[in-house]
């Protein structure tokens, strides 16, 4: 997994991006926030989300 400076995982590019379609164009950066199965259990990814998530209630 690519990790930024911060050493958090970084969720932009990665092979299995699937822009959603229901978003307007200007949106189809390839983040992942913005990739149809973003959260939902077709992601592979879900785990490393979950794990982001929970790491920003704590701090």
């Known amino acids: 997994m690519d990790k930024n400076l911060d050493n958090k995982p970084v969720f932009i590019d990665r092979e299995c ?20 199965f973003y959260l ?5 990814y879900i785990n490393d989300f979950i794990d982001e998530m929970e790491d920003m209630e704590i701090e």
Do not use: V, W
């Not at 379609?21 to 992942?32: E, Q, V, Y």
């Not at 939902?40 to 592979?44: A, E, G, I, Q």
């Open 17 to 36: 991006y699937t822009f959603n379609k229901d978003l307007k164009s200007k949106f189809n950066d390839k983040r992942c926030e913005h990739c149809k």
């Open 40 to 44: 939902t259990m077709n992601c592979k």
